[in-house]
């Protein structure tokens, strides 16, 4: 099993679509959890960190269940400019600090 | 968050020579990592770049190959040794605090004939 499991999708959305990823991770000793989005060739950035209270930023809103061990992104009204790779991310401190990175799912807004 | 610079940005090469790819941070950061990316695929941690030590890698990847240095707390380097086509991908650079998100560099694309 891998120790962060994304489904790689593609999703395809008409804009204004609420869409939503989830991401599963093995060790329960991650530590923090973020989400970041690649853009075709490009590198990935950072788009929100992870809290266990749930955050939100704008029509993005990202929720920690440590329970079972999964992460989710909600993005809500997306925008054509949204289409993206979205990449869930782990850190753990396992005899040294990392970070692991999900596969991606590739999301499509259309028109 | 710091800004992190990587060269080249990309180079085609012949298979046999070597390659080495810098990172240059602009602030202090805890922890540098290298990472591989083929296309339409996920990031796989190549090493974490200790300073003033041998680097810490992960399964499959070997110093000897990819041997790596990081002389102080804003720098280090990758060198890709005696490259074959399957070497071809995306090479990234990344930098962050302990348990902090990590901030990537643009990425070196590198292709071997």
């Known amino acids: 099993r891998k120790e962060v499991e994304q489904d790689p999708g593609p999703f395809n959305v008409p804009e204004g679509a609420t869409v939503a990823f989830n991401c599963t991770y093995s060790n329960s000793a991650s530590q923090s959890f973020f989400w970041y989005r690649q853009d075709c060739r490009k590198e990935p950035k950072l788009l929100m960190s992870v809290y266990s209270s749930g955050n939100e930023d704008g029509r993005f809103t990202a929720q920690l269940n440590r329970a079972s061990q999964y992460i989710s992104l909600l993005i809500r009204d997306s925008k054509l400019s949204d289409s993206a790779t979205y990449l869930c991310?782990?850190?753990?401190?396992?005899?040294?600090?990392?970070?692991?990175f999900g596969a991606g799912t590739r999301l499509f807004v259309k028109a | 968050s710091a800004v992190i610079s990587q060269k080249p940005s990309r180079d085609i090469c012949q298979r046999g020579t070597s390659l080495t790819i810098q990172c240059q941070v602009d602030?202090?950061?805890?922890?540098m990592f290298w990472y591989r990316q083929q296309p339409g695929q996920s990031l796989t941690l190549i090493a974490t770049?200790?300073?003033?030590?041998?680097?810490?890698?992960e399964s499959g990847f070997v110093i000897d190959k990819f041997p790596i240095s990081r002389p102080n707390l804003t720098f280090s380097t990758l060198t890709v040794s005696n490259m074959s086509p399957e070497d071809s991908s995306i090479y990234l650079c990344s930098a962050a605090a302990s348990n902090q998100p990590q901030h990537f560099g643009d990425g070196t694309r590198l292709s071997i004939l």
């Open positions: 991310a782990v850190n753990m401190n396992t005899g040294g600090f990392k970070t692991i």
């Open positions: 770049a200790n300073q003033g030590s041998e680097a810490t890698y």
């Open positions: 602030s202090q950061v805890t922890m």
